[in-house]
């Protein structure tokens, strides 16, 4: 039996890591080469409706300790997203991720995504710099509601829920997706942030505000999957700042059953295969037949 097998509703991977939205899932060529690299399934950038050219740059700072980037959701549209989704859907599991400013779009959407082949989707209801999308729609309890709801009722894939830290009833929103018939919580997409540079006095990003990813934000990122744990029923995929086995097997311990890698792509494009061997290596040693086995055992 493979140790690092794991479900999320429905859906089996045959290894734990995914790759997160945005990163290396632009193409089909990309996503293919992460299912090759190690990821149990990858995360499509998100997709709106219509094509999107994004913010102006300057869109991305590298930190000491991560990431700031405020890229506006640019993209080709559901459309002009056909052609990628076929050529990455033929070489393992692809989730697509959608985002939208309605439930009736996000359903429109979602059923695309479903004839694209997606094994399910992500709604984003958490990007923290894209005006009238995101977390705008994600911080509102009865909206989830209603999107969730619509989603469900619209595609027959798994339906997962991207939340946003950037509030203080994420628990709440949390157990809305859960009545709402949602499959999975995903947690946690970047914490709104800003850089100013001294010199011009001005900030950074053409946004002004941004998304911090990276290391820095993994405790947060942890704490929150913590919380969810001991308060929903669904599955719950964690993300933010993993860069090893060890950040891995943290979110693991506070309750996910799987989880994704973003940032630490960027540096190293072989993440997954280490990820994999270090987790193996660990669970082997300290006696974890299984994800399953190993998912909450720091609330024991």
């Not at 080709?76 to 991720?97: D, H, L, R, V, Y």
């Not at 086995?245 to 960027?266: K, T």
Request: glycine content about 12%; proline content about 5%.
């Amino acid at each position: 039996m493979n140790p690092l097998e794991t479900y999320i509703g429905p859906l089996k991977l045959k290894n734990p890591g995914m790759a997160a939205s945005g990163i290396m899932d632009e193409t089909g060529d990309s996503m293919v080469r992460m299912l090759n690299s190690g990821a149990g399934a990858v995360v499509t950038k998100s997709i709106g409706s219509v094509k999107r050219s994004g913010h102006m740059n300057p869109s991305f700072i590298e930190l000491p300790y991560g990431y700031v980037n405020a890229m506006g959701l640019p993209g080709p549209g559901i459309n002009g997203f056909k052609e990628e989704m076929e050529t990455a859907t033929k070489a393992g599991m692809i989730i697509g991720s959608i985002f939208a400013s309605s439930a009736a779009e996000f359903a429109e959407l979602a059923k695309k995504m479903e004839i694209y082949g997606a094994s399910a989707v992500e709604l984003n209801l958490s990007c923290p710099h894209a005006e009238g999308y995101g977390m705008e729609v994600g911080t509102d309890a009865d909206i989830v509601h209603k999107i969730v709801s619509e989603v469900k009722d619209s595609v027959r894939i798994p339906v997962f829920a991207k939340l946003t830290p950037n509030t203080h009833i994420l628990t709440k929103i949390g157990k809305t997706v859960q009545e709402a018939g949602g499959d999975a919580v995903v947690a946690i997409n970047t914490l709104k942030a800003m850089v100013i540079s001294p010199e011009f006095a001005r900030p950074v990003l053409s946004n002004r505000f941004g998304g911090l990813s990276g290391p820095a934000i993994k405790p947060v990122g942890v704490r929150a999957v913590y919380d969810l744990y001991r308060e929903l029923d669904i599955p719950l995929i964690g993300v933010g700042g993993i860069c090893s086995w060890s950040d891995a097997a943290e979110y693991i311990m506070a309750g996910a059953s799987a989880f994704q890698v973003g940032s630490a792509v960027v540096s190293d494009i072989n993440i997954f295969e280490q990820i994999n061997n270090g987790l193996t290596r660990f669970m082997k040693e300290f006696g974890y037949s299984s994800i399953k086995k190993m998912a909450g055992a720091a609330h024991e």
